[in-house]
């Protein structure tokens, strides 16, 4: 089969096969697409298997992203630091076929927290480096102080457990068993460690061999003529969108409730300055580093970043370096957004939901009405269950990320119930809770009334109760958004605030601070959470009734609520459409 070429011109001049060099991108990502199931299927975690907290990728011989699997954003940063500090660390010409490198740390080898560990495999073609294979996994539990390896109130990074610089973990397709049971006792999850890490090592071996099928249909010097095109392709494509923006300067500050340490709220504050055809993202005024474990490394402040200008300017942009090239990015030097060594990062992903929405609110002042977004909850609640099994004697560890209410837009609804900016895991399902841990999920339902009321409504947070069925059961929580809501746009009200509230209902019924890390709970006590909603967009008087009345059909908001927000006459209005509808339905 042949096609027609379609020639078409980069800024260099030089002529490309714009259909090849798009069947070339989305062969690609169906590399890592395939890595990704196979990741998923194979693994032992929870948090791997079922909530699928990795992602994959590949990168050409130079250490360039070729493509992301669609999965976790955040971790761009992560692979992006690894393949940086394998470079730095090794020539491709001492690496064999069949080799696997593996890294974790922050500041050793770009990580952006202990738990994700990311392998990297050399691609060879006649005993070249082409192209590397690289995926991230979420691990249950890297040692550290806390159960889960993640504790909001971490002083240092030597707190949150073990630090793995880049290191060779297969040499020639042998996997290093001595490093493999160093890494795995270091864990109190020992054999799921082990299990999952053979998973990743193979992973990156399909997605090589793919990779490699490809380039040789393709011939080697094709290949890499095809990738040069893409990342200028992707390179002009972007600074094209930022000309398109009137030059200026843009803010927009949001806030932490503390560093998890308590204390005072922690400003975020981002500034955009555009001008040309690139575009400058600076966070200076952005609160101090924090002493708690809130810090937000280099690697997850690009990968954040890059999120944000991608979802504003261009969605449907293949995620490549072709990207980078029209974006810089500063922040003070011992802030939160770039901490100082050896500074604690467990809990990064919170910050870096801050930080997108302080990109997305300073880009409000640029973009046209209808692409703007309120406020989102901006957060990654997540609580963990631990304890020893009374059944089996074995330790577990059961973490969940919560999900929240997205912004309203211009001519639409808040999402309800959705991770939203960085993180973009699933959630747990409440049966493999039940089956896997001495755990009981009382209640899972959408959080009436917490989506900010206007012309369009914030979407809904999420509630989770969950029942320890065991003494000495540990929990830790690691949430925010108890002071500072999501701010709406054009009058919008701000969306609703995260609780955590400890035996609901009972006479012992206790409110819980937004971060906790080691609370033991007796067998029958339960923990109850709330999640944030998002901001509304426009004036309450602008809703439309029919809106109104679906509102209130649905159980999304309630009657006094929409009374508070929208005046009892038109929520009586509302209530008799509400009512010809379930009638008609009945």
């Keep these: 089969m042949s096609h027609t070429l379609q020639q078409s011109t980069l800024e260099n001049g030089r002529q490309f096969d714009a259909i090849a060099m798009e069947v070339f991108s989305n062969r690609m990502l169906s590399i890592t697409e395939n890595m990704a199931i196979h990741m998923m299927r194979s693994s032992f975690s929870t948090q791997i298997k079922e909530r699928r907290d990795f992602s994959v990728g590949i990168f050409d011989a130079r250490g360039k992203l070729l493509a992301q699997g669609t999965h976790i954003p955040i971790h761009l940063g992560s692979l992006l630091g690894a393949m940086e500090a394998l470079l730095e660390r090794y020539e491709s010409g001492d690496m064999l076929e069949g080799d696997a490198f593996i890294c974790n740390d922050p500041y050793l080898a770009g990580g952006t927290h202990l738990p994700d560990i990311s392998i990297v495999s050399p691609i060879f073609i006649d005993g070249k480096v082409v192209a590397f294979a690289a ?45 493999l049971n160093l890494i795995s006792s270091n864990s109190r999850l020992p054999e799921e460690r082990r299990l999952d890490l053979k998973v990743q090592i193979a992973v990156n071996i ?6 490699r099928a490809l380039f040789l249909r393709m011939g080697v010097d094709r290949a890499k003529a095809t990738i040069d095109d893409v990342f200028s392709y992707t390179a002009q494509r972007l600074r094209r969108r930022i000309a398109d923006l009137p030059a200026g300067k843009h803010s927009f500050k949001t806030w932490l409730d503390d560093d998890g340490t308590g204390g005072a709220p922690v400003p975020i504050v981002a500034t955009v300055t555009l001008g040309g055809d690139g575009l400058h993202i600076d966070f200076e005024g952005t609160g101090p580093q924090a002493k708690g474990a809130f810090n937000v490394p280099a690697s997850a402040l690009r990968a954040t970043v890059y999120y944000c200008v991608k979802a504003l300017l261009d969605p449907d942009l293949m995620p490549n370096s072709g990207m980078f090239t029209a974006v810089t990015i500063s922040a003070p030097q011992g802030s939160i957004a770039n901490p100082n060594y050896p500074a604690a990062c467990g809990v990064r992903s919170n910050t870096c939901q801050k930080i997108a929405g302080a990109v997305f609110g300073a880009f409000r002042e640029v973009l046209p009405v209808e692409r703007q977004i309120a406020s989102s909850c901006d957060l990654l609640p997540s609580f963990l269950f631990s304890g020893t099994r009374l059944d089996t004697g074995r330790f577990y560890v059961c973490p969940e990320t919560i999900g929240g209410g997205s912004g309203a837009r211009y001519d639409s609804d808040g999402m309800d119930a959705t991770h939203v900016h960085v993180t973009n895991s699933l959630n747990l399902p409440a049966e493999t809770m039940e089956n896997e841990f001495p755990l009981l999920c009382e209640e899972y339902s959408l959080a009436i009334d917490s989506g900010g009321a206007g012309r369009r409504r914030g979407g809904l947070g999420i509630v989770r109760q969950v029942r320890a069925l065991e003494d000495d059961t540990g929990f830790s929580a690691r949430s925010d958004t108890y002071i500072h809501g999501a701010e709406g746009i054009a009058g919008g009200l701000t969306g609703g605030l995260t609780s955590l ?47 109104i009345a679906r509102d209130l059909r649905d159980g999304t908001v309630s009657r006094s609520a929409a009374e508070r927000d929208y005046g009892a006459d038109r929520v009586n209005s509302a209530l008799k459409i509400a009512g010809r509808h379930h009638g008609a339905r009945r």
């Design 135 to 179: 995926n991230i996994g979420h691990h249950s539990d890297v040692g550290g102080s806390a159960a889960g390896s993640v504790s909001p109130d971490s002083r240092s990074i030597f707190e949150e457990g073990l630090r793995i610089p880049i290191i060779r973990i297969a040499r020639g397709g042998v996997i290093d068993e001595d490093l």
């Design 501 to 547: 509230i400890r035996n609901p209902g009972r006479e012992d019924e206790e409110a819980l601070p937004s971060k906790i890390a080691r609370l033991v709970l007796k067998a029958g006590d339960s923990v109850r959470i709330e999640t944030p909603g998002g901001g509304g967009f426009g004036l309450c008087d602008d809703r439309p009734i029919e809106l």
């Design 206 to 211: 399909r997605g090589g061999d793919e990779t």
